[in-house]
C-alpha cells in the first residue's frame, strides 16, 4: 500500500509544461464557497429572520464592470432558509461591509447610524477645512485642547490608583471599623434624642391630665374660684304674717 501514499511523482526529462492544453473557463465562472451570514437579514418572500453567523453554501462570481481603487466586487447567491428564494448581495469594499441586492433587506443595526454620522461629521469638517486656513487652525486647537484634558484626566487617575495602591489591608479594614463604629454611635444619639423627646411630651400630656382633674374636683375654672355664697337668715317673722294675724 506505499505506493498509494506517495506524495512525489516522476516527471519524465522531457516533459513540457507550456505544451499541456489549458482548460478554457467561461470569464464569469461561478464557484461554490461555504461562508457564514455577515449581517441580519428579512427575507421579501417569507418574511423570515436570518441572523448573522447563519452558514450557507453560496455561489461566488466577479461583478463585471465593478471595481474599487482596483479591488474586485464579488457577488454571492444564497438560497432561503425557510423557502429557499434566491438571495443575492454583494461586497463594499469602500465601507468595508456588504450590501444585500435583491430578495431580502437588512435589519437596522443602531452602531450602523452612529458611524454614518460620523463619517458625516468628519466629511463636514474636511470640506470646512478644505479653503479656509483659520478654521483648519481652530479645529486643530480644540483638538490639541481635548488631547491635554484627556491626558489631565488620565493623571489624575494614575495618582489617585497610586494612592491606594500605598493604602495596606489593615488600613482599609481599620477605617472601615471606624466609619461603622461612628454609624454606630451617630445611631445611638438619634435615639436617645428621640427617646428624650417622648418623655417631655409624656410629661406635658400626664400635667394637662392633673390640671384637669383638679379644676374638677375644687371647682376651677379657667383659673378662678368659684366660693360657696352665704346667705344671712332673718328670724324675725316677716311683715305679711304678722299683718295678717287676727285681732282679739
Known sequence: MGERKVLNKYYPPDFDPAKLPRA???KNQQIKVRMMLPMSIRCNTCGNYIYKGTKFNSRKEDVIGE???GIQIFRFYFKCTKCSAELTMKTDPQNSDYVVESGATRNFEPWR???EEADGLKRKRESEEMGDAMKS??????DSK???DILAALDEM???KSR???VTVDEMLAALQRTSDDKEKRLEEEDEALIKIRMILLEEF??????????RRFGFQMGTLKLPVLVQRDKSPPKNLAAKQPTH
Open 67 to 69: 471595481t474599487y481603487l
Open 164 to 166: 491606594h495602591a500605598t
Open 113 to 115: 447610524a452612529e458611524d
Open 146 to 148: 481635548r488631547e491635554m
Open 24 to 26: 478554457r473557463r467561461p
Open 206 to 215: 400626664v400635667m394637662k391630665i392633673l390640671k384637669r382633674k383638679r379644676k
Open 158 to 160: 494614575k495618582s489617585m
Open 137 to 142: 487652525l481652530e479645529n486643530r486647537t480644540l
